[in-house]
């Protein structure tokens, strides 16, 4: 898989993507754990790092139900997706992410959250794609990603130590 990502491989792709999201913000454990390799992990705050069908499920209880009506009504959306090939049959993802909600007690519309992704999917032996990881970034505390000069920022973000 050198240079880029078929214009098949990327329609295949994003179509796990939707399966991931539509699986997610409608509370299908079984099909949003479908969408990742056996032994995928998904990185959230503040669940962590969530390795295997115990960890999404442990995960997604978290999201799901912590918090009564909290989860309801959301729709992830993803983009400026960017795919580069990673190894011989991986895909690495980039994109940006928000999540519309639709508030189930007040009935308001709103953005909930922005942030960043950075997944790998692969082919599996089935020929099917799977995510092997999910690092998902919340744009909290004013920390997004800019590479740009600190004149940009009114004050610049502390650097992290190296």
């Known amino acids: 898989m050198a240079g880029k990502v078929s214009l098949e491989d990327r329609v295949a ?11 997610l913000d409608t509370g299908d454990f079984e099909g949003y754990a479908a969408t990742f390799a056996e032994d995928g992990w998904l990185r959230h ?5 969530c390795v295997g069908r115990e960890g999404l499920k442990r995960a997604t209880d978290s999201l799901w139900y912590d918090k009564p009506n909290h989860y309801l009504g959301r729709q992830h959306r993803f983009s400026a997706v960017l795919m580069s090939p990673k190894g011989e049959n991986g895909v690495r993802i980039k994109a940006f992410w928000s999540i519309l909600q639709h508030d189930v007690e007040t009935f308001e519309n709103r953005v909930f959250g922005m942030g960043t992704w950075d997944t790998l999917a692969v082919r599996e032996t089935d020929g099917e794609w799977r995510f092997a990881s ?16 600190d004149r940009a920022w009114k004050t610049p973000p502390a650097k992290a130590a190296e």
Request: aromatic share 16%.
């Open 45 to 49: 705050w503040p669940q962590g790092q």
């Open 13 to 23: 792709i994003d179509e796990l993507m939707a399966r991931y999201c539509w699986a």
């Open 134 to 149: 999910v690092d998902v970034d919340l744009w909290i505390k004013g920390q997004v990603p800019w590479v740009g000069e």
